[in-house]
């Protein structure tokens, strides 16, 4: 059974940082790309970042300069590496591979 697990959310300010990560199980973790997508209240889920498996990382306009995916192929395991965050950057974070999501987590930014 395939599970990722993501963690890492939580309330911030405006400018502060967080990293979210997400740990997978049951599949051949190394041979597959990985993302994150958003998603807020009312609005549709959008991509934020995503890193293939040989190809480097992709991010959406929004979060260019200030967010890094990476991979750790031994530990199963992306990070989404998130610094000067913004109310708009509110949302619930997943990730997913293989058309595989986890559970996601809140990701709030607010004064």
């Known amino acids: 059974q395939v599970q990722l697990v993501e963690s890492g959310g939580g309330l911030v300010q405006p400018g502060g940082s967080l990293r979210l990560s997400c740990t997978v199980s049951g599949i051949t973790f190394s041979i597959y790309g990985i993302g994150w997508w958003r998603q807020a209240p009312g609005k549709q889920r959008e991509m934020v970042a995503t890193?293939?498996?040989?190809?480097?990382?992709n991010y959406a306009n929004f979060v260019k300069g200030r967010f890094v995916i990476s991979r750790d192929n031994a530990k199963k395991t992306s990070y989404l590496q998130m610094n000067n965050l913004q109310p708009e950057d509110t949302a619930a974070y997943y990730c997913?591979?293989?058309?595989?999501w986890g559970q996601g987590t809140q990701v709030t930014v607010s004064s």
């Open positions: 997913t591979m293989n058309d595989h």
């Open positions: 890193i293939g498996r040989l190809i480097g990382p």
